[in-house]
């Protein structure tokens, strides 16, 4: 019902920027906390950031001043720009939402299906 498609990443240089999107369809009442995880091999998935319908927003600590969360809620989309990227950061980045499909006020979870992202030395 509701479907996340991210775009955005690649391969880039440490030291390098990125910017991802992620863009929610389908049959939406309202969204509310969108965020980004990761996850890199061998490692479990990780939230990297998160804004909530209120304006409130997270960093994990590995990230934070390199990366600033965004939304457009009209479009229903989320971004994440990510600056100063380390090698470390090579990992697939999944976008997910909580979302309300049916009007009801009850939420879902929702992913897309992942961006890979590579930081190269």
């Known amino acids: 019902q509701v479907q996340l498609v991210e775009s955005g990443g690649g391969l880039v240089q440490a030291g390098g920027s990125l910017r991802l999107s992620c863009a929610a369809s389908?049959?939406?009442?309202?969204?509310?906390?969108m965020a980004w995880y990761r996850q890199a091999p061998g490692k479990q998935r990780e939230l990297v950031a998160s804004s909530t319908g209120g304006g409130s927003t997270y960093y994990a600590d590995s990230m934070k001043g390199r990366i600033t969360v965004s939304r457009d809620n009209a479009k229903n989309m989320v971004y994440l720009q990510m600056n100063s990227l380390k090698t470390e950061d090579t990992a697939v980045y999944y976008c997910n939402t909580d979302a309300d499909p049916t009007g009801r006020g009850l939420l879902f979870r929702y992913w897309g299906q992942g961006t890979q992202v590579t930081v190269s030395s």
């Open positions: 389908g049959t939406i009442f309202s969204i509310h906390t």
